[in-house]
């Protein structure tokens, strides 16, 4: 089974500034990587898939990157409503195989 | 507009079965696979299984495989989930969520808490 690594667990930041988390994988999964955002109580919501295509909605300062096993998502200009915790998934194995999640928190 | 909605949390003694149900609206119900997803309190997501409105077939993680039923009922839009021998460890919140092709799942139920508790 392919394994998803997110780095870090948690990070505190500030309104405004620039922000990246890293997911890697145990294994090569080409581009087939999406990033959800999780706010408390709620369901995720999908921000990013084929690592680096913006979902439809989503604001233009989350943007991904990376190929194979390395991948990134960046938040270039935190805001207020980013504080929640973002997911990794792979979907190259078909088990859809989520990261243990990072959680962005206010500074 | 294209939502999932799921039915309301359950409370359930070691060794039942629960039910859980997804109506889908605002899109075509039988295009697009529907899968089941679980996340345990501060524990990430982790996908169970999935089934094909459109032609009634389904895969189950190896995990759940056996205790895992999906159905559909194609008349209602609405998927259903029969997870049965529940024991603590499957205290979680259920999520049925749409996949985009064999991609991302760009919709999601808004969850259906279960407990199991004796």
């Known amino acids: 089974d392919i394994r998803m690594t997110q780095s870090p667990s948690t990070l505190s930041a500030f309104v405004g500034d620039r922000v990246i988390i890293t997911c890697r994988a145990s294994?090569?999964?080409?581009?087939?990587l999406a990033w959800y955002q999780q706010k408390p109580g709620k369901a995720p919501t999908l921000l990013i898939y084929?690592?680096?295509t913006l979902e439809s909605g989503v604001p233009s300062r989350f943007s991904g990157g990376g190929s194979g096993t390395e991948f990134t998502l960046t938040i270039s200009s935190l805001q207020p409503d980013d504080f929640a915790i973002y997911f990794c998934q792979e979907y190259y194995s078909y088990s859809w195989t989520f990261g243990q999640g990072t959680k962005v928190e206010i500074k | 507009q294209v939502q999932l909605v799921q039915s309301g949390a359950e409370v359930k003694k070691p060794g039942a079965s629960v039910k859980i149900s997804c109506k889908a609206s605002?899109?075509?119900?039988?295009?697009?696979?529907i899968h089941w997803v679980r996340q345990a309190p501060g524990q990430r997501p982790e996908w169970m299984g999935w089934i094909n409105p459109g032609h009634d077939n389904t895969i189950y993680s190896k995990k759940f495989q056996g205790r895992l039923t999906f159905t559909r009922d194609t008349s209602a839009t609405t998927v259903y989930m029969d997870f049965s021998s529940l024991t603590s460890e499957d205290m979680a919140v259920y999520y049925c969520a749409r996949v985009r092709g064999s991609d991302s799942f760009d919709m999601w139920g808004q969850g259906t808490m279960v407990t199991v508790s004796s």
């Open positions: 294994q090569s999964i080409s581009r087939s």
């Open positions: 605002g899109y075509d119900f039988s295009n697009y696979a």
């Open positions: 084929r690592a680096s």
